[in-house]
């Protein structure tokens, strides 16, 4: 394998992975402790490929990377956030880090992914490189986690993950979900202004050509307002079909399909005009203008003119950690629970800064209980280490949720939940209940887990749902015990 497929296919979030010279041009790369056994090279290409040539690649875009993900702008053209309406992009996460080796090597090197996930394209050198970060549980866990996260009870046709670049299932596969979460409310329509000879006269008579018919004998000249199908978004979705017609991920979706190409006439649209599309203001079909988001970044991915000369980036990623935390909201709310919602200001922590993005602190989950008290996680989608327990400076947060909380109403219990590997051998995935004292009162203090089935499992998707089922009984379980 030569590196540029590594960065392509093997990157994974939340890991950590090293690099270790084996020979000329070639590396073995431990992941997160553990070492694999496929060795990369590095492509030579008329002597200008090297190892340093990698190196000083991963340096550029790493370094590139953390001064865009601080710059909003970059962030609304190039971060999707699930259900942006709570959520909005607030960790210090990079895409990946880059850590150089001793004496700035690719040797001893280090790649740490967070919990972004997506890809980037970088020319370097004249060399097209796509960095590819996917879930660190695979694409079943992924593809089924966002479709329950919208509600889908069958996973729409996406094509086979693992014979295609992340980039294409992942950004189509979300576009389809929520296409067809939109699309059960009718195809979006607007006023647009229409300017023609009607036999009755309608909104205003148009002055100028009336004067050419002095005797006001039918057709009458109006300018008038109707609803249209055929819209900027309409348009865009349209098109966005043809850039894709070839993809076996839409062969479900003819009906749609032909349903906004009879909108829009089958209208044919210069790409610029396609990525100017006015967003819907009518609330009813707001849910296309996420459509209209994901058109765009396909659009933009099948147009990208590597032939260019700039070195610029481009980028589509979300952050997963928000998905899954919207995930667990959306369990514990169909199973009955009251959450509070989300972000509620009389709830945040004031921490001192001016930045909004670390302006103030709230908790992930608040559970609302019949008797007036509260329920308090924080949900987290690092990995959980066993042997050393929550992380440090997360307890720390936990603590000042409870403390801060406990002005408001009695907190019963408290704690966070993790993703869980179905082969897991340090623990069988049942909560970990302890206690903790604050302030004089005895809270209950739970690590509560989600557990994954196995990327190769059959039946993927009615292990994933049945698993669901087992973190309610079991969330149900460690509630009742005090």
């Known amino acids: 394998m030569i590196f540029k497929e590594f960065l392509q296919k093997e990157l994974k979030d939340n890991s950590d992975f090293l690099f270790r010279k084996e020979g000329d041009l070639s590396y073995k790369y431990i992941v997160n402790d553990r070492e694999q056994s496929q060795l990369i090279t590095v492509q030579t290409d008329h002597s200008r490929r090297s190892d340093d040539d990698i190196h000083k690649l991963l340096n550029?875009?790493?370094?590139?990377?953390?001064?865009?993900l601080s710059d909003k702008k970059f962030l609304i053209e190039h971060l999707y956030l699930f259900n942006d309406k709570e959520y909005e992009h607030n960790t210090s996460d990079p895409f990946f880090e880059y850590i150089p080796g001793f004496s700035d090597q690719l040797n001893k090197s280090i790649i740490r992914t967070g919990n972004l996930i997506g890809y980037l394209n970088k020319k370097h050198n004249g060399i097209n490189y796509s960095i590819n970060i996917s879930s660190r549980f695979g694409d079943n866990f992924l593809k089924n986690l966002i479709a329950s996260s919208d509600g889908f009870l069958e996973l729409p046709h996406s094509g086979d993950a693992k014979t295609s670049e992340l980039a294409e299932w992942l950004l189509i596969f979300l576009w389809k979900i929520k296409l067809k979460h939109a699309y059960r409310l009718g195809l979006p329509k607007e006023f647009i202004r229409q300017s023609e000879p009607i036999v009755k006269i309608r909104g205003n008579l148009n002055i100028n050509k009336s004067i050419d018919n002095p005797s006001f004998i039918p057709p009458y000249h109006c300018i008038y307002r109707q609803h249209s199908y055929d819209n900027s978004v309409t348009r865009l979705i349209s098109n966005c079909f043809r850039f894709i017609k070839n993809k076996a991920f839409i062969e479900d979706c003819y009906k749609v399909k032909q349903d906004f190409l009879s909108a829009t006439g089958g209208k044919r649209l210069s790409v610029n005009s396609l990525l100017a599309y006015k967003k819907i203001a009518n609330p009813y079909f707001s849910d296309y203008n996420e459509v209209a988001f994901l058109s765009k970044m396909i659009i933009k991915r099948e147009m990208a003119d590597f032939t260019s000369a700039k070195d610029d980036i481009s980028a589509f990623f979300f952050d997963i950690s928000m998905l899954f935390e919207h995930f667990i909201r959306k369990i514990f709310i169909r199973n009955g629970s009251i959450l509070e919602e989300k972000n509620k200001k009389g709830y945040s922590v004031p921490c001192g800064g001016y930045n909004n993005r670390y302006s103030s602190l709230f908790p992930d989950i608040i559970i609302k209980n019949a008797d007036g008290s509260i329920d308090i996680y924080d949900v987290k989608y690092k990995r959980f280490y066993f042997k050393d327990g929550v992380n440090l400076e997360d307890l720390y947060q936990l603590n000042t949720y409870v403390g801060h909380l406990l002005n408001y109403a009695d907190v019963n219990r408290c704690g966070f939940i993790y993703p869980f590997e179905e082969n897991n051998k340090e623990h069988n995935g049942s909560p970990i209940i302890q206690e903790m004292q604050v302030a004089g009162r005895t809270i209950i203090f739970q690590v509560l887990f989600f557990t994954i089935p196995k990327d190769d499992a059959i039946n993927y998707s009615q292990k994933f749902?049945?698993?669901?089922?087992?973190?309610?009984?079991?969330?149900?379980?460690?509630?009742?015990?005090?």
Do not use: C, M, R
């Open 465 to 482: 749902n049945a698993n669901i089922q087992s973190f309610i009984a079991s969330s149900q379980y460690s509630n009742n015990t005090t």
């Open 60 to 68: 550029i875009v790493s370094e590139e990377l953390f001064e865009k």
